[in-house]
């Protein structure tokens, strides 16, 4: 158990449908909005939200994803022109939360979220949808680089959360894995051997980024982000 109380808000719960999105129309349901009262949260996420690439996103790892309130305002001050398009929902987020950012939680956190309990799995990956969706051609590449990802937990029992509702965490079992730490290693020091194969095996990682790691030390590259990040 923590030793330092660590806890949030729930400022927003949000979900969404399938749209199209872009010039080309591609599915997507990347545009969120709020909900009123208790939604359900499962094993697959909030009860009626959809993913409109269910291979890449969604599904037990990624349930659920978490955005911190604090990176709005940030964004409004890189764009000040276009400041009314950072609100939440924007970023494909289902829960806005105030009191924590990426600095702040690691991976396997283990999180009381309304009357669920959820686990951190990994940081959100940006990829190419967020230029569509804020007519930017590098958006998924700037955050990325700046950190403002956001993450995903799996849902261990499933409950109900609704705006307002308390985040407290239960349990910390890699303590020196905060995700700005992730994030370095795997866009900046991306070919740490040592790091990695901790990383690698991490109590709560998702199977994905596990794999990830496990390719870069096996291969001794550094997969291709073009396709990802569109630019």
């Known amino acids: 158990m923590p030793t330092e109380r660590v806890h949030g808000t729930v400022r927003a719960v949000q979900r ?8 080309k129309g591609v599915p997507s349901a990347i545009v ?12 697959l996420g909030l009860a009626g939200d959809a993913q409109g690439d269910p291979a890449r996103h969604g599904g037990v790892d990624k349930a659920v994803h978490v955005y911190p309130l604090a990176h709005y305002a940030a964004w409004a001050r890189d764009f000040p022109e276009q400041a009314d398009r950072f609100s939440p929902g924007a970023f494909g987020e289902n829960i806005v939360l105030e009191g924590l950012s990426e600095g702040d939680v690691c991976i396997g956190d283990r999180f009381d979220l309304g009357t669920a309990r ?13 230029n569509l969706r804020f007519d930017l051609p590098d958006m998924a590449r700037r955050v990325q680089e700046c950190g403002r990802t956001g993450w995903y937990v799996r849902v261990l029992v499933p409950g109900t959360v609704a705006a307002g ?4 965490l239960a349990a910390r079992p890699n303590p020196e894995w905060d995700l700005a730490r992730v994030q370095r290693l795997l866009y900046r020091d991306a070919l740490n051997r040592p790091a990695l194969a901790e990383f690698a095996g991490l109590d709560g990682l998702s199977a994905s980024w596990r ?3 496990q390719r870069r030390l096996e291969s001794g590259a550094v997969e291709d982000w073009v396709p990802r990040l569109g630019v």
Request: with cysteine; aromatic share 2%; net charge positive.
């Open 118 to 130: 959820v686990q951190i799995s990994q940081a959100r990956q940006p990829c190419w949808k967020l």
């Open 211 to 213: 794999n990830l790691a």
């Open 32 to 43: 969120k909005t709020p909900v009123s009262g208790p939604v359900a949260v499962g094993a």
């Open 165 to 168: 509702d308390p985040v407290t």
């Open 16 to 23: 969404g449908a399938v749209r199209p999105l872009g010039p």
